[in-house]
Each structure stands twice: as structure tokens, then as C-alpha cells.
Nanobody, 122 residues
């Protein structure tokens, strides 16, 4: 059973930056596309960004395009989300997920992390 553990969340002001990390274990990391989702209170779970196993391909939600950057370091079994110019609308629990063999924008994934809270105040 693969395991994913998010870290790096916190409370910041609008316009600030955060970098989230997702550390993977018990899986062959470079065989998995990796995805970030977020879930805010009273809203549906939302796709944020995804990256292919090699790191060659990325896809972003329109709401974060130009502000967030997804990346991965396969030697460290870790995936990242650099979040710049944060807005109050970005407040949510952020989850990482892994999908074997493909990049994935949907919640039909193989493994989920437990989430990390991001709070942005104005």
C-alpha cells in the first residue's frame, strides 16, 4: 500500500507565498502521475494541478494558472506545489494523489494523502 504525506500548509496573508510538499513511500514514485486537489468548506473538491511521472507534462486549473507551479523530484520521492500571489479563495485543505501510469485531473486515483490546511486572509 502506497503512502502520501503532505506538509507545508499554514496561515498567510493575501499576496504571500507557500510551498507544499508531498512525500511518497511504498510505491515506485516515477511510475505515478501526481496531482494536487483542494477542498474548501461548502464547496466541491477541486482539481488544482497535475504532473506526469517524468515531470515532462503539467496541467493547471484556470483558477491557479500563472500563480501556482507543480514540480517533482523523483530522487527524493517528493512532489511540490509552489503557490504565489495567494488569494482568500485559495483557502482549503490541499490533498496530493497518485495515479499509476498517467497524468490525471480526476479524483479517480490510486492513493490519497491526508491533506494539509492552507488559510489565506485578506
Amino acid at each position: 500500500q502506497g503512502q502520501l504525506n503532505e506538509s507545508g500548509g499554514g496561515s498567510v496573508q493575501a499576496g504571500d507565498s507557500l510551498r507544499l510538499s508531498c512525500a511518497a513511500s511504498r510505491l515506485t514514485f516515477d511510475r505515478y502521475g501526481m496531482t494536487w486537489f483542494r477542498h474548501a468548506p461548502g464547496k466541491e473538491r477541486e482539481f488544482v494541478a497535475t504532473i506526469s511521472g517524468s515531470g515532462d507534462s503539467t496541467i493547471y486549473a484556470d483558477s491557479v494558472k500563472g500563480r501556482f507551479t507543480i514540480s517533482r523530484d523523483n530522487a527524493k520521492n517528493t512532489m511540490y506545489l509552489q503557490m504565489n500571489m495567494l488569494k482568500p479563495e485559495d483557502t482549503a485543505v490541499y490533498y496530493c494523489a497518485a495515479t499509476l501510469g498517467r497524468i490525471n485531473t480526476t479524483p479517480q486515483v490510486d492513493y490519497w494523502g491526508r491533506g494539509t490546511q492552507v488559510t489565506v486572509s485578506s
